[in-house]
Each structure stands twice: as C-alpha cells, then as structure tokens.
C-alpha cells in the first residue's frame, strides 16, 4: 500500500512564526503535491514537484515556500505564519502525471493565532 | 476563475437510493476526471475515474458519466449506505500538470 506521511496532525503556532509541515512518502513516486482545504473553496494547489530539488508554483504560492531535497520528501514551509493560512494542510504524491491518481496523507491542521 | 465547479455544497439522501452529484468544468480540452472521497480528519481517497475518450465507466455501486458537450460530470452511487456518508470533490488533470478540484459536496446519507 501506499504510505503518505505527515509528520504532524495538529499544530498550532503564533503570528509570525516559522512553521514547517513534512512529508514522506514510500512508494518511490516522482511527484508530490502540497494543498490546502478550506470550506467552500475545496482543495487549492499550492506547490508542486515533478523532481528532487525541483518546484512549481500552484494556484496560491504566496506565503509559501517548499523543499525538496530527497525524492521520498516534501516539505512545505510559511516563513511567517498569519491568520489566514489557518487550514487543513495535506500532502499527496503519484507515479504520474495527467492520467493517474494521487496518493494523500492523512493531513495537518494547522492553527495560526 | 473557479475551473472546476460543483454548485451544491451539500445533498442528504435516504438509504439505499441514489446519489447523483454533479460537477461542471470549463475547459474544453481537459481529458482525465477523478472523483475522490473524504472523511473528516483523514486525507481524500480515490474513487473513481474516467478519460474524455469514455462517457461512462462502473466500478461497482459508483458510476461516473461524462458529458463532454456540456462539460458535465456526475457521479452516481446505487444504492446510497450510510457509510458513504463523506465529502466528494471532483478533479481534473489541468494544464501544467496540476490536478485541479472542485469545492467539494458533502453527502449525508440517512438510514
């Protein structure tokens, strides 16, 4: 099976700090994706990368950045965390692209106050 | 620009009758559509999928349809349990490599 993993559930961190969410995937999967859930808007792209050391932005980069520095990991990271990035964060990886599907860990709620 | 667009935000249905969920996209050149599920507190999972080449594919109690003319998609479930019960979000491979969603319809079914 598939493992994605997010290193935390739930954190909840202050304005302005440095947050970083981890995620390791097992499947040796070249892409790895970081999104955002927010109700009534969905899941929001925000970066992706189809290699190590590579990285596209997705639909709502700003606020972010990512890592990629092996292939079975995706960091993403909020260099100073506000209000507004208070969400469901959650990683996905896939062996594809266009046509197969994608894999997604179990998600980190993150709080911002 | 919302790109993928499903207008109801929630539908409740009785047990054992069928769930149709809807899903409109803009694009005409889009040719891959996945349906994922996902319950509160977990990650989405795959449901179902279909390529623009088929109008239709089956995978037990859930069907998706295609609709290409009206850039159309919906997903049928037959017969409804209580166990389906979860947030359903469309999705479509866009341009670049990004698998674009919608915002989701969250399905009660009721025994």
């Known amino acids: ?113 | 620009d919302q790109q993928v667009k499903q207008n109801s935000p929630s539908l409740s249905v009785q047990e054992g009758r069928i769930s149709i969920l809807n899903c409109d996209y803009t694009n005409s050149m889009f040719d891959y559509f996945l349906w994922y599920k996902k319950y509160p507190a977990e990650g989405p999972t795959f449901l179902i999928s279909i390529s623009s080449i088929k109008d239709k594919n089956e995978d037990g109690r859930f069907t998706v349809f295609l609709n290409k003319s009206a850039k159309h998609l919906s997903l049928h479930i037959v017969p409804s349990q209580p166990g389906d019960s979860a947030v359903y979000f469309c999705a479509v491979w866009g341009q670049g490599g990004k698998l674009i969603f919608g915002q989701g319809t969250e399905l009660s079914v009721k025994p």
């Open chain 1, 1 to 113: 099976d598939v493992k994605v993993t997010q290193s935390s559930r739930y954190l909840v961190k202050r304005t302005g700090e440095k947050v970083f969410l981890e995620c390791v995937q097992d499947m040796d999967h070249e892409n790895m994706f970081w999104y955002r859930q927010d109700p009534g808007l969905g899941l929001r792209l925000i970066y992706f990368s189809y290699d190590v050391k590579m990285k596209e932005k997705g639909d709502i980069p700003e606020g972010y950045s990512v890592s990629r520095e092996k292939k079975e990991r995706f960091s993403l990271i909020l260099e100073s965390a506000s209000t507004n990035q208070t969400s469901m964060y959650l990683c996905a990886s896939s062996p594809d692209s266009y046509t197969g599907e994608l894999f997604f860990g179990e998600g980190s709620r993150l709080t911002v106050l």
